[in-house]
């Protein structure tokens, strides 16, 4: 799963003025943690629940290293990750399509990007939901990056219809037919329609015919 929940030990820095609640204190640092990649839990930090300071009887325990200004107090807590593994299938939904990559989102907060170098057409648009796997992990700064493949040619697009067009650089989408199909639209050529089912050109025709029969009738003599 994509998903955990780790019991982990940690030890918190607190400033002497934070003595007088060191929970909401520790809550606070823990706090401004969170949506970024710890590498020693191998994974992005969502959340944390259940803290606890461990205590020594009925005082609550720190250290004081040398001359530092903090105290340095060790608690434990429930950390729920988003840590993915290589060969994961994640959903996501396409936000770019480029002429190298698509970019993808995955649930809606993690970024993933599909290679087309190599790769074959993605037949997905802007904003088409769609299933991919993970083969590269990168991180820094505590940010992830994702790097994957598409699972399958089947998704769905963000007008609930399913197929589509490769998304190859240059090209266009067909628009979809409703029983599903591909077709493409062209514009018919315009005529002179007449309220007789005849045309324009026609009717034209017969009345040069009928005015040169009627120049000749007044050139005979008489």
């Given at each position: 799963m994509a998903f955990q929940e780790l019991r982990?030990?940690?030890?918190?820095?607190?400033?002497?003025?934070?003595?007088?609640?060191?929970?909401?204190?520790?809550?606070?640092?823990?706090?401004?943690?969170?949506?970024?990649?710890?590498?020693?839990?191998?994974?992005?930090?969502?959340?944390?629940?259940?803290?606890?300071?461990?205590?020594?009887?009925?005082?609550?325990?720190?250290?004081?290293?040398?001359?530092?200004?903090?105290?340095?107090?060790r608690a434990t807590a429930t950390a729920h990750l988003f840590a993915p593994r290589k060969g994961m299938t994640l959903?996501?939904?396409?936000?770019?399509?480029?002429?190298?990559?698509?970019?993808?989102?995955?649930?809606?907060?993690?970024?993933?990007?599909?290679?087309?170098?190599g790769a074959p057409d993605v037949t997905a648009g802007i904003g088409d939901s769609i299933m991919i796997r993970v083969l590269q992990m990168q991180h820094g700064d505590g940010l992830l990056h994702l790097e994957g493949s598409l699972v399958d040619e089947t998704h769905q697009r963000s007008g609930d219809q399913a197929g589509g067009q490769p998304l190859t650089a240059g090209k266009k989408r067909k628009s979809t037919s409703a029983g599903g199909g591909d077709r493409e639209t062209k514009t018919p050529k315009k005529k002179d329609a007449m309220p007789g089912g005849g045309s324009a050109k026609s009717d034209r025709k017969k009345e040069k015919k009928e005015k040169k029969k009627e120049k000749k009738k007044d050139k005979k003599p008489v």
């Amino acid at each position: 799963m994509a998903f955990q929940e780790l019991r982990v030990a940690l030890r918190v820095s607190l400033l002497p003025a934070s003595l007088g609640g060191p929970l909401a204190a520790i809550e606070g640092n823990l706090h401004a943690q969170l949506m970024r990649y710890d590498r020693a839990l191998g994974g992005v930090v969502l959340s944390y629940s259940d803290i606890k300071i461990l205590d020594e009887g009925t005082f609550v325990s720190g250290q004081i290293n040398i001359d530092e200004p903090h105290i340095h107090v060790r608690a434990t807590a429930t950390a729920h990750l988003f840590a993915p593994r290589k060969g994961m299938t994640l959903p996501g939904r396409v936000t770019e399509v480029a002429a190298t990559h698509v970019s993808v989102l995955c649930y809606g907060v993690f970024n993933a990007t599909i290679p087309l170098k190599g790769a074959p057409d993605v037949t997905a648009g802007i904003g088409d939901s769609i299933m991919i796997r993970v083969l590269q992990m990168q991180h820094g700064d505590g940010l992830l990056h994702l790097e994957g493949s598409l699972v399958d040619e089947t998704h769905q697009r963000s007008g609930d219809q399913a197929g589509g067009q490769p998304l190859t650089a240059g090209k266009k989408r067909k628009s979809t037919s409703a029983g599903g199909g591909d077709r493409e639209t062209k514009t018919p050529k315009k005529k002179d329609a007449m309220p007789g089912g005849g045309s324009a050109k026609s009717d034209r025709k017969k009345e040069k015919k009928e005015k040169k029969k009627e120049k000749k009738k007044d050139k005979k003599p008489v």
